[in-house]
C-alpha cells in the first residue's frame, strides 16, 4: 500500500513540477518538495534535494527543445549562469543552518503572483524588439540578477526558474519562449549545483521516491515543452498564468497541511 502511495504522490507532484518547468520555466521544488513533505512524511530539507535533482532533466529536455525551435539566448544565459551558480552553493549552504519551516515560502507565493502577472499583462514583446536592448547592459545586469538569483535558488531551493523568468522578461525585455527556453537552460546547471549540495550536505535521498519524481518530471516537462513551442505568444501567455496559479495555490495548501 505504501509503494501505491508513493507513486501517486510522486506522479502527481512530477506531473505539477514538469507542466511548471516545461511551460514557464518554475522549479521542480515548489510543487514536488510540499508534496513529499506533506504526504510522504519526508525530511523537508532532502525534499528540496530531490526536487531540485528532479528539475536537472526536466529542465535539460525542455531547453533542448526550446533550443530546436531558435527560442533560447546561449551567450547571456552563460553570463547569468556563471553567478547563480557560485551563489547556488552559498544559499544551499546558507539553508542548512535555518529552520526548515522558512524554506521555500518564497517561491510559492512568486509562483502566484507571476501567475496572476502573466493572465493580466501577457509578455507580447517580439524577437526584433529584444535586438534594441544594449549588449552591455544586458550583460551587466545579467551578471547582477544572477548572484540574487543564485542565493535563491540554494536558499528556499526554487530553482530561479520564477526569479529567471521575471528577471528576463521584464527587466531584460526578453519575449516569453526565449525567456522560458533560456531560464530552464540555466536551471539546467543550477538545480544540479543545488542538488549535488543538498545531498552532499545533509545525506543521501530515499532512492525510489528518487527515480520516480525524476521519471514523472521528466515526462511532463518534454510534453509542456512541446505545446508551448507551438503556441501563439498570447495562448501562452494566459496557459502559463493558469498554471502558475493553480501550482501557486495548491502548494499554498500543501503547506497548510504539513
Keep these: ?34 508534496m513529499l513533505i506533506t504526504f510522504l512524511g519526508m525530511d523537508p530539507y532532502l525534499a528540496v534535494g530531490i526536487a531540485l535533482s528532479s528539475d536537472v532533466l526536466a529542465s535539460a529536455v525542455s ?7 531558435k527560442n533560447i539566448d546561449i551567450k547571456n544565459g552563460l553570463i547569468m549562469m556563471g553567478s547563480v551558480l557560485a551563489f547556488t552553493v552559498v544559499g544551499s549552504y546558507v539553508s542548512s543552518l535555518v529552520p526548515s519551516a522558512t524554506m521555500g515560502n518564497f517561491s510559492v507565493f512568486m509562483t ?12 507580447m514583446t517580439t524577437k526584433e524588439a529584444m535586438q534594441g536592448v544594449s549588449a552591455k547592459k544586458r550583460a551587466l ?22 526569479m529567471m523568468l521575471l528577471i528576463l522578461t521584464s527587466v531584460l525585455g526578453y519575449e516569453l519562449k526565449t525567456a522560458v527556453g533560456t531560464s530552464v537552460f540555466i536551471m539546467a546547471f ?16 530515499d ?7 525524476v521519471v514523472f518530471t521528466l515526462i511532463w516537462a518534454r510534453i509542456a515543452a512541446l505545446f508551448a513551442n507551438k503556441a ?27
Design 1 to 34: 500500500m505504501q509503494i501505491l502511495i508513493t507513486i501517486l504522490v510522486t506522479f502527481f507532484a512530477g506531473m505539477g513540477a514538469g507542466l511548471g518547468t516545461g511551460f514557464a520555466g518554475m522549479s521542480a521544488a515548489a510543487v514536488i518538495s510540499p
Design 63 to 69: 531547453a533542448y527543445t526550446y533550443a530546436k525551435n
Design 112 to 123: 502566484f503572483l507571476l501567475g496572476i502577472k502573466f493572465i493580466v499583462r501577457p509578455v
Design 141 to 162: 545586469q545579467s551578471l547582477v540578477c544572477g548572484m540574487m538569483i543564485g542565493f535563491i535558488c540554494g536558499f528556499v531551493g526554487a530553482g530561479g526558474g520564477m
Design 190 to 205: 543550477t538545480a544540479f549545483t543545488g542538488a549535488a549540495s543538498h545531498f552532499a550536505i545533509g545525506g543521501m535521498p
Design 207 to 213: 532512492w525510489t521516491v528518487w527515480i520516480l519524481c
Design 232 to 258: 501563439t505568444p498570447r495562448t501562452l501567455n494566459r496557459v502559463t498564468g493558469v498554471i502558475l496559479v493553480v501550482l501557486g495555490i495548491a502548494v499554498m495548501c500543501f503547506h497548510l497541511l504539513a
